[in-house]
């Protein structure tokens, strides 16, 4: 995650509560009133940009101009149109600002990293990296295929805009630092199988050509940490077929608890 240029309308003793989580030597700080008058594509080239606002007007200025705004309602007086709202400008942390970007321009979101996976959101983009990975047979032998090419498309795409904005998590990609190719996906769901919104579902697959590497332990293991300390959830289930002697190999490593049939749990 690279660092932003902050655009803003707020006073300087709002921006100094900013300051503990984004230091001015590491963020560039910019008035909106600075350049309203200038040219604003110059402006813009090179810089990763969002905008923190208190105004509809700002809002309104920054987004048309293709930037993304978290609000920050100071008072009750105007409530604030943009998807992201914050009331405590201490409050704000990096992820989130990656977050209003993301989403604004409809990129997929890097979630965690490891040492050597960077787990990320999939996008569209990502389409044939995945079919190619469910191409081998042994990946379907204990799990579902994917459906037809274009239903599966569509199933994506609908994943993508609902799902991940909606519940702020999902099915990830698992990408590998050294080639940067998509080696297998990993995430947490909230499936009819849980018994409330405080637990999830996990589940996980990695490529053939990259499996017995450890990677599905290291993926899960951030994915669990994040998963209690970050999502905030109590509880973590996988189901895991008893003939998939592998997979349950692995999840009795991770802590994981044999709870009934092919339900595992593994609660903080």
Avoid at 7 to 31: A, H, M, R
Avoid at 97 to 105: A, Q, S, Y
Avoid at 175 to 183: E, T
Avoid at 199 to 209: D, G, M, N, T
Wanted: net charge negative; glycine share 4%.
């Amino acid at each position: 995650m690279c660092n932003f240029t902050i655009i803003s309308d707020l006073t300087p003793d709002e921006e100094e509560l900013l300051y503990s989580e984004f230091p001015p030597n590491d963020y560039e700080y910019v008035k909106v009133a600075d350049i309203i008058n200038d040219n604003w594509q110059p402006f813009f080239n090179n810089r990763r940009c969002v905008g923190i606002a208190k105004s509809n007007d700002t809002i309104a200025l920054l987004e048309a101009h293709d930037i993304g705004v978290l609000g920050y309602e100071s008072t009750t007086l105007e409530p604030l149109t943009c998807a992201y709202i914050v009331t405590d400008l201490a409050a704000i942390e990096k992820m989130d600002l990656e977050t209003v970007d993301c989403r604004f321009h409809n990129r997929p979101l890097t979630i965690l990293e490891t040492n050597r996976c960077i787990i990320r959101e999939h996008s569209l983009d990502d389409f044939d990296a995945i079919c190619d990975i469910y191409s081998h047979e042994s990946m379907t032998e204990f799990m579902e295929p994917l459906f037809e090419p274009d239903e599966e498309r569509e199933y994506q795409k609908q994943y993508i805009e609902r799902i991940y904005k909606f519940f702020g998590y999902g099915l990830w990609l698992i990408v590998n630092k050294a080639d940067g190719k998509v080696i297998g996906r990993a995430g947490v769901e909230t499936k009819e199988s849980c018994k409330d919104y405080s637990q999830v579902e996990l589940s996980y697959q990695v490529s053939v050509p990259y499996q017995n590497q450890v990677i599905a332990t290291e993926v899960c293991l951030a994915i669990i940490d994040y998963t209690f300390n970050t999502l905030g959830k109590k509880s973590i289930i996988v189901r895991v077929d008893k003939e998939n002697i592998p997979s349950i190999k692995l999840i009795k490593k991770l802590g994981f608890r044999h709870q009934k049939d092919d339900k595992y749990i593994l609660s903080v």
